[in-house]
Structures are given as structure tokens and as C-alpha cells.
């Protein structure tokens, strides 16, 4: 399982023009699932995005969590995070889950994070969504389980 996470601002997601989800401080993850992801994958990168030490201390430094600062978290699924990329110009899907497989740890994955203190919203899997921010940094980082 992939993540590339964004340190916002803000950030929201929009699907026919209606937004569907919508954060002011924390991080947009986006969230790509592949063939060998299962629900200990999730947990565990999950964990990491909570945990990841991003926000910036009275010291100026990156060390504080999204949990230490209470911050929101935005869940947006995203196939393209999976692509293989090292050969020609087109991407390849090979290791992507399922659409099954994908949606069931995505869900899973919103299930776990609602079981935080966090304030949590999210996308709409394999809608055509419209993502917005604003990039605090920027900040951004690709994580795997």
C-alpha cells in the first residue's frame, strides 16, 4: 500500500461539482492499494500517517505528528499511486489490487482512522474527484507499508 502525503493548510475534494470532503490543518493522503496490501498493510500505514512527524515544533523543527497536533486528516484513494513508470511513456497498472481488494481496504482504512480522535473526511472511491489545497511548505511525502 502507498501513500503520498501533503502537509495542508486546507484541502478539499469535490465530485460533481459538490464537495464531499473538506480539512483546514493536517494532511491529504492519498492512498493507493496494491495486490499484496491487506488489512495489517492498512493498519500499519494508517499508524505511520498519524504518527509521521511533519508539523513543526515552537523550535521551528518537524516534529510533531498529526495526532500531537490534533490536526485533520483527508482520505482520498488514488489507482494512478500504484503505476509502474520505469518503462516507455505509458504507465502500467500491473500491480494494482482489484477494484474489490481496493475499495474493501479503503473503507477499512476510513474505518480505522474514525476510530481516532482525529477529525476525519474523505473522497468518494473511483469517483472523478477534484482535489483543491493549499500546501503547507510544501510538504510532501511518499510512504509505503
Do not use: C, W
Amino acid at each position: 500500500m502507498k501513500a503520498l502525503i501533503q502537509r495542508v493548510q486546507q484541502a478539499q475534494v469535490q465530485v460533481n461539482n459538490k464537495t464531499v470532503g473538506k480539512i483546514q490543518q493536517g494532511i491529504l493522503a492519498f492512498i493507493g492499494v496494491e495486490k499484496n496490501d491487506d488489512e495489517e498493510s492498512t493498519r500499519k500505514l494508517l499508524k505511520k500517517i498519524v504518527s509521521f512527524r511533519i508539523f513543526s515544533d515552537s523550535n521551528g523543527k518537524m516534529n510533531l505528528s498529526l495526532d500531537d497536533i490534533k490536526g485533520e486528516l483527508l482520505l482520498v484513494s488514488q489507482f494512478t499511486l500504484v503505476a509502474d513508470t520505469q518503462k516507455g511513456l505509458r504507465p502500467s497498472f500491473s500491480q494494482a489490487a482489484d477494484p474489490t481488494l481496493s475499495k474493501d481496504l479503503y473503507h477499512y482504512m476510513i474505518k480505522q482512522a474514525q476510530t481516532t480522535s482525529l477529525r476525519i473526511q474523505t473522497g468518494v472511491f473511483a469517483a472523478d474527484m477534484q482535489v483543491s489545497l493549499i500546501n503547507d511548505g510544501p510538504v510532501t511525502f511518499n510512504l509505503h507499508s
